[in-house]
């Protein structure tokens, strides 16, 4: 999906808004996360401050259909 880099990006914003949209729409989108993506969702989760958005990123990754190399990072 096209939207995916863009999303990951504003990942890492220094808005917590922002980075709120960006895991809304990544769990919207139900985006299947290569195993580095993956990998660094997972290390924003860990690294995130914001509880709401830490929240709609662990349903995002909850509900994203990866393959089996993707979830071996997780």
Known sequence: ???LPGLLELLEDADNQVRRSAAAG???????PDQAQAAGLVG????????????ILLRALGRARTDAGACSAI
Do not use: F, I, T
Not at 26 to 32: D, I, K, M, S, T
Not at 45 to 50: I, P, Q, Y
């Open 1 to 3: 999906l096209a939207a």
């Open 26 to 32: 990544l769990e919207a989108l139900g985006a299947r």
């Open 44 to 55: 924003l989760v860990a690294d995130e401050r914001d509880s709401a958005a830490r929240r």
